[in-house]
């Protein structure tokens, strides 16, 4: 699973709207959701601006398998 679609299993499974994401962020509605959908690229600063304006730790999405050896 790849950071956008982490991200948006977070915020549906934590009743996040877009509408909010938007409003927090500053970003456009239309642009969220083709962010959370797969139809545009999430960039890292705007990963990071989500991130933030909702107060979620960013390291919840990486992927911890990758960093680990074993």
Do not use: H, W
Not at 45 to 65: G, H, M, Q, V, Y
Request: some cysteine.
């Amino acid at each position: 699973m790849n950071i956008v679609e982490k991200l948006n299993e977070y915020v549906i499974e934590n009743n996040i709207k877009q509408i909010y994401i938007a409003q927090k962020t500053g970003l456009d509605e239309n642009a969220v959701s083709d962010m959370l959908n797969g139809n545009r690229r999430l960039l890292a600063d705007e990963f990071l601006l989500i991130c933030t304006s909702l107060d979620i730790d960013p390291n919840i999405f990486r992927n911890k398998s990758a960093y680990c050896e074993g």
